[in-house]
């Protein structure tokens, strides 16, 4: 499979086609060879992601067997042997087969920054210091340019939770990709299903706990989280395995909304140790 953006690179043409090409746009070098299987497997994985990035870096093939003095120069020691190239200079590498997600890891660590990534990175900020206005206008722009931004949906997901629409966090959790971020998402959904069960009237009302368990969900949906925070600490405080552990998961997803840089955020984290364990 070969496209404008993937292209065989030899001994004589490497300089140009590698080191000056990467002046501009990052190069993936795949050192191959028609006998080996694993570069086989490796291929097709590297085709489609620089399918996928249209244009943001270039796939260059190296056929180890007819470019002894690459192999020699980059002190290839086995293939597949995969070098990034960018500003004329080696900056990373990996050899053997690699599973997908790793290989796309990778590549994105080499990449420069996209926009959408620049406005998820912009969002992420407005956030942590409380802007829920102005992180949603960065992360709606993020969708705008790239739709399915996993960051920009994480981000939508925690002001909807912070402003007490559960039912809007859902919606978007339902269209999340998979990808790694999608797990930092799903950690949310114990705090999505409790607010909406305090919403329809569906929470225990058997104890105690139980109603201090709604009154804390009831401040979330106000919007207030440390106080439902404080409440749930409670909670844990006189039963740390409360509801089958559904304490313990909605206090971790609360936690997750908040500045994770913040002295408080890691003084509720360490008292959370002290209790559970």
């Known amino acids: 499979m070969m496209s404008e953006h993937i292209k065989s690179v030899t001994e004589s043409d490497f300089e140009y086609e590698v080191l000056a090409y990467s002046q501009n746009t990052p190069v993936i070098v795949d050192f191959w060879a028609e006998w080996c299987k694993p570069c086989k497997m490796l291929s097709p994985i590297l085709e489609k992601l620089v399918g996928e990035a249209g244009g943001s870096f270039r796939l260059a093939k190296v056929d180890a067997d007819v470019n002894p003095n690459l192999v020699l120069k980059y002190s290839v020691r086995s293939i597949p042997t995969v070098l ?75 002001i909807n939770l912070l402003e007490g629409n559960a039912p809007a966090a859902r919606a978007s959790l339902r269209v999340f990709p998979a990808c790694k971020e999608y797990n930092k998402a799903e950690r949310l959904l114990p705090l999505m299903k409790a607010m909406q069960d305090a919403v329809s009237g569906t929470l225990y009302k058997e104890t105690d706990l139980d109603l201090a368990f709604e009154n804390s969900m009831r401040l979330a949906l106000r919007g207030n989280m440390l106080a439902s925070v404080d409440g749930m600490m409670d909670i844990l405080r006189a039963d740390k395995h409360f509801r089958r552990e559904r304490g313990k998961e909605v206090v971790l997803a609360i936690l997750d909304l908040l500045d994770q840089e913040s002295e408080l955020t890691r003084q509720y984290r360490k008292e959370l140790t002290n209790i559970l364990f």
């Open 84 to 158: 990034a190239f960018s500003q004329g200079s080696r900056i990373s590498d990996f050899a053997g087969l690699q599973p997908e997600p790793r290989v796309r890891e990778f590549i994105n660590q080499i990449l420069p920054p996209s926009p959408a990534s620049l406005l998820v990175q912009k969002g992420d900020s407005l956030l942590a210091m409380g802007d829920l206005e102005g992180s949603r206008e960065a992360y709606d722009e993020a969708l705008k340019i790239t739709e399915g931004t996993p960051g920009a949906l994480l981000g939508l997901i925690k």
